[in-house]
């Protein structure tokens, strides 16, 4: 479960190639709710400003009001041309690929989306991969690939692929039915891979026919592909994995047979389809996932030794830089043990290289954060210290890089020939993300290298020698530069300045500062939070729209970030828009993290419960007026929220909750709450069904109908719990739609649907012995 947030851009969803987040005012320090100088509390009125015009038609219109937002942005093999995907100005879903050259910044668009595609639905494989994937609502080309030698570039397109020159031509690869899954150009050039038909085919990239490498794809058995948890939970996309040199191609083969199937219902606007999904609950079978390596045209095929027991996770797979060997994370069912497989390729012989193991009440979290060198040894991160750090593994030794009270988030480069590692982090301010960098030889002599106020994130050429940084902070949408080794701006890719001619440029004289603070978490433990309110006028109190996610396993909500228009939007309407990190969520250290542990629904409640008792002891807010919002983990938080605190909230809105784990799937489930054969008690505590009968506050259910990642039957049991026993709440399913219920008019619709709900419940209904409404705004 990655965060869905319905349209709210936050630190969450930002991407390598599009920072979603980046900073601005000074953090708050009140230990225990008492106003510091940077409090909102104690902060000087805010002079007015003149009021924008934001509506819900244009917040979620074209073109998009954060301005351009380029997806994958790479440079070419030799450096000459900047490529990225960019949606367009009448059709922000909508990408297309272009290309900048990086000695003139002439840029031209060299696929057109619309007139090289057919227009063909995607398969329904293809749709749910981009479901997991977090795209399910971009259109047009979402990834790409560059040949070695730079001279074309694979672009896949409506269900087929199409390879594009630089000369501006385009011819297409493939026109079959039912698509191609995760498209490739190999190592050195010579072959196009894709899945068709649940098997594996490799194609000359010079031209030449087509050929399943694999036999047997087909009814539950899948070739190349990653399994359910594997794509939704373990941020694994793909099944299979070149050697650098060509020589073999190591592929995954799962079969679902043994997983259990759940009768899904696509409600949509025009008819209902039902589907047998094979979905993995907690506590029940997953997929059987054997690896093989074989040689490009099918042949030489060994089966890897993963062991001899088959209920284990294949988290990882990766070749060394030579392609001698192949290296295999594998994980255990209770992710509390991950050991790295080194693997002989000729036979599929392996022995255990190193092993990680978790403490007694903690998990694993896998990372994408290592990188093989070329002399052996491997950069590894690991949060056996209770932080996520960086070391070295060489000669069977640990050296350990980085250290402190502070989370490296990822990996960005490594200048091998210097001994030089670039990574992410918050060493310098937990609601920021800086790049750094670090000498393999000078442990823990740490350098920043990026500005202070921003969220930043990174991409690097294999050399080691540039960067593509992306940063944005709350009043400044993403920006995009190349930049060199030091960390110096080379040029802009997307400078996106709100100026004349931007988008957002018409509401920056109304938007609002965001203000950053500190509470105290029952145990003492330091939580963050930000707000934003409107210009404060004396004497006046404010309703207050307070936004929670409350997961374990995602990035912070909480950053120095841009956040879109909606939140600005909120206070235009009147309304003073708060969040705040929980325990259990993630960049914090283990410790933060594993508060949650077993106990889904406790700490995350006290926490927000904190928020609210803290709001209210603020002069400009209404107490009466605390509304609750969240989607998926979030709404599952909304339940909680009413069941175990009522009267706090005045209203919640719970959009896509899952309420009964059991539900949900077995990587992400029994990750935090462990088997529930073995450990019923933790899942009957953290469910909300059954007490959805004490919720007396009003509430606001909201699902997709065809919700295949958290089914609609989480929603359908809390109905039927509140009808049966009459209790009111209000509900809003949406046809068609699955865990995004979000795109063109849809978002107008739900936040119109959560907005009025709102109005009715909180903003406008008289305060208790006042017996007036709170003066509305525009």
Known sequence: MRTWLLGLALASVGTAAMAADGASAQTAGGADGVATPSDPAAAPVAAAAPAGDLTRARVFGNPDLSGPQPRAVRLSPDGALLTSLRNRADEKERFDLWAVDTATGQERMLVDSKSV???????????????????????????????????????????????????????????????????????KGGFVSYVRDQNLVVQPLAGGGARAVTKGGGGTVHFGEAEFVAQEEMDRRTGYWWSPDERYVAVERFDEAPVRIFTRASIGATGTKVYDQRYPAAGTPNALVDLYVMKPDGSGQVKVDLGTNPDIYLARVDWTPDGTMLLVQRQSRDQKLLEMLRVDPATGKSTILFTEKSGVKSWLNLSDAYRVLKDGSLIWRSERSGYG?????????????????????????????????????????????????????????????????????????????????????????????????????????????????????????????????????????????????????????????????????????????????????????????????????????????????????????????????????????????????????????????????????????????????????THYTERYLGDPKTDPASYATSAAVEDAALIKDPLLLIHGMADDNVFLDNSTKVAAKMQSTATPFEMMFYPGYTHRVAGPGISEHVWGTILNFLDRTVKDKPVPGEGTSLPGTK
């Open 389 to 665: 750090h960086l070391y070295r593994f060489a000669a069977g030794r640990w050296t350990q890089l980085t250290k402190g009270d502070w989370v490296v988030t990822g990996l960005v480069g490594v200048d091998q020939a210097k001994g030089r590692l670039f990574f992410t982090g918050n060493k310098d301010d937990v609601l920021e993300q800086q790049l750094y960098s670090v000498d393999i030889a000078k442990p823990n002599a740490i350098t920043k290298l990026t500005e202070s106020g921003w969220w930043n994130s990174a991409s690097m050429d294999g050399a080691g020698t540039r960067f593509i940084v992306s940063r944005s902070n709350p009043s400044q949408p993403t920006q995009v530069y190349l930049a060199d080794a030091t960390g110096k701006r080379i040029s802009w890719i997307n400078e996106n300045a709100v100026k004349e001619g931007h988008p957002y440029h018409p509401y920056a004289a109304s938007h609002q500062q965001t203000k950053f603070g500190t509470l105290k978490a029952k145990d003492g433990t330091t939580l963050y939070y930000e707000m934003i309110t409107p210009p404060i006028e004396p004497g006046k109190k404010y309703p207050v729209f307070f936004q929670h996610y409350g997961g374990p396993g995602t990035g912070q909500q909480v950053t120095r970030g841009w956040q879109g228009p909606l939140p600005q939007y909120l206070v235009d309407q009147g309304w003073i828009f708060f969040q705040i990190d929980n325990r259990g969520s993630y960049n914090r250290g283990k410790k933060f993290e594993d508060a949650i542990y077993h106990a889904m629904g406790t700490v995350e409640v006290e926490d927000q419960l904190a928020g609210a008792e803290y709001l209210k002891t603020l002069p400009f807010v209404e107490p009466s007026k605390i509304a609750t919002y969240g989607w998926s983990y979030g709404g599952y938080m909304s339940l909680k929220m009413l069941e175990k605190t009522p009267g706090v909230y005045a209203a919640a809105v719970s959009g896509a909750p899952v309420t009964d784990w059991q539900l949900y799937d």
């Open 117 to 187: 595609g057919s227009g063909a639905e995607l398969s329904e494989a293809e749709k749910m991969q981009r479901e997991r994937a977090r795209i399910a609502g971009s259109k047009g080309i979402v990834a790409y690939d560059w040949a070695p030698d730079g001279k074309s570039i694979l672009v896949p397109l409506d269900g087929d692929l199409y390879i594009a020159t630089l000369d501006g031509k385009v011819r297409r690869l493939t026109d079959t039915p039912g698509g191609q899954l995760n498209p490739v150009i190999s190592p």
